[in-house]
């Protein structure tokens, strides 16, 4: 489906990750969000409250990030794509509600500009740190989806594929920044409406007596239906069967949680959006995501000059972790170095998919700032020995 | 060429990181190369030192943050004393020359200065200073064409002010030109 020209601002601007995200939601269709001003997110939704009017959306400033987070899943309901945005302090207080879009299956985005943490730490500077909180943030099991990008344009682009992707598959999206990438400068392309695809919302083609809000196509992921065309439905966070009404039982809690789970596992392959460059061959590759990425990069170009053959493999969708592609390379690859602003998260993944077949080193860094590529590039040499 | 690392200093309120955006959207907008800005700050928001880092490449910018800046601007003396120091030691310095009180420049340091508060101020308006300073800077370097850093005065500074910023810019440069012609200035 093609976007509403409305909210594409076809263009070249210099314009910081914050903007650009704010610009890709609109460019995506998101014409409600409501936030809770945070550093380094609070360009999003000040540029949001400042276009949206122009673009026929509601911004609202809400009292926390509690009633932001809820906000959002309402509007979603009553048929707007939304989104809130924050940064570390602020994604902590969203996470009930994180879980509760998870259940009620509410397509939504979360942005999270991440800055150093835990608490308050360290507010106009980044982090990496909130990645596991992305994944298991919030009490239950469920899958999300979350991405990361690594410049303004990415901003722009990736915030549409937030916004697929919650569409496509009926889930809350975390669009993970860091504050490095947000309040970064660059050169934002914005293209022509007409070549941005955008996922339609999935509405129903049964009439009401036949309508069932929790029953699932099969993909595993449940039509909508859309306010006011007289169709009952009954949303609730209790454990519930495909009428949308509160079943305690085991059989229940066995259906509905483990297809919450498999919409998304066995939709992976469909998910994943990674890029690799020269990993056919290498002795080491490079796993990273989000800002990290750029500066290692240029530690896998120092390491190339060295002879060394270093692949690189970027995820711009994190979680789901791509798994299936991380043990075709485990058995090939010496050794794998992932670098991360945090002492050890994503690499827990990658450790459980390497299964012990290749060495797995980490580069820690503690945020602040961004890795320098010669501690990469370091540990590219180590892992090569 | 390879990147070039341009740190602007002042203090808060002076158009600081607004001279950073014009020269980033001159550099990749209008001359087609690549541009990375960023800026630090504190808590606080104005009157202290606060500083744009912009990087300007023919090349993909990977790092993002400018580490031993080339070209210097500076156009406050807190500014100066903080930051000065970080500038390479063949680097290019350019200062306000009424709020800057400079000690001996480092050896191989070149060190210029323009009177750009008042250059503004007989232009009308003391806060177009910033864009005095840009166009000294444009001519100086001569890293980003003349053309494409007017373009982005004229389309990044608030509407009904362009003429009056197209000036000062154009005063600016003529300042840095005229040094160059005196054979005081590298060419």
Known sequence: ?385 | MSTTELKIGGFGGQGVILSGIIIGKAATIFDNKSATLTQSFGPEARGSACSAQVLISDDQILYPYVTVPDIMVVMSQEAYTKFEPELDENGLLLIEKDLVKPKKPREKIKQFAIPATRIAEELGRKIVLNIVMVGFFTAMTGIISAKAMREAVKTTVPKGTEELNLKAFDRGYEYGMNLKKKGKAPK
């Open chain 1, 1 to 385: 489906m093609k976007v509403d020209p409305k909210g594409v601002l076809t263009g070249s601007y210099f314009l910081d990750g914050d903007h650009a995200c704010c610009e890709g939601a609109l460019a995506a269709g998101c014409r409600f969000a409501a936030g809770y001003p945070i550093t380094p997110s609070t360009e999003v939704v000040e540029r949001f409250a400042e276009r949206i009017p122009l673009v026929g959306g509601i911004f609202i400033q809400m009292e926390d990030e509690l009633a932001s987070s809820i906000a959002i899943l309402g509007a979603s309901w009553a048929g707007l794509k939304s989104m809130t945005v924050t940064s570390g302090p602020g994604f902590s207080l969203m996470m009930e509600h994180i879980g509760l879009g998870a259940m009620l299956e509410t397509p939504c985005v979360f942005v999270n500009v991440q800055r150093g943490g835990p608490s308050t730490g360290l507010p106009t500077l980044p982090g990496q740190a909130d990645m596991m909180q992305a994944r298991w943030g919030s009490h239950g099991d469920y899958e999300l989806i979350s991405l990361c990008p690594n410049s303004p344009q990415e901003c722009f682009d990736f915030m549409i594929d937030a916004f697929n992707l919650s569409e496509r598959y009926r889930v809350p999206v975390m669009f993970m920044m860091d504050e490095c990438v947000g309040h970064m400068t660059e050169k934002v392309v914005i293209p022509p409406a007409d070549q941005i695809e955008v996922v339609p919302r999935r509405y129903t083609t049964l009439p009401p007596e036949e309508y069932l809000p929790f029953k699932p196509d099969p993909d595993l992921v449940p039509p909508m239906v859309k306010v006011g065309d007289g169709y009952r439905f009954h949303v609730t966070g209790l454990t519930h069967d495909e009428r949308g009404y509160p079943v305690m039982s085991a059989e229940c809690q066995e259906t509905l949680v483990h297809r919450l789970i498999d919409k998304i596992r066995r939709n992976a392959r469909d998910i994943w959006i990674y890029e690799e460059d020269q990993v056919d061959g290498a002795e080491v590759v490079v796993i990273s995501y989000g800002i990290t990425h750029r500066v290692a990069l240029r530690a896998v170009q120092m390491a190339r000059e060295k002879g060394l053959k270093v692949g690189m493999m970027r995820l711009i969708v994190v979680w789901p972790f791509p798994e299936e592609r991380i043990r075709q390379l485990a058995d090939k690859v010496k050794a794998f170095v992932m670098p991360e602003m945090n002492y050890g998260q994503v690499v827990l993944e990658l450790e459980r998919c390497v299964a012990g077949k290749a060495k797995v080193l980490l580069a820690p860094h503690g945020g602040g700032t961004v890795h320098k590529p010669e501690q990469i590039y370091e540990r590219i040499m180590e892992a090569a020995k």
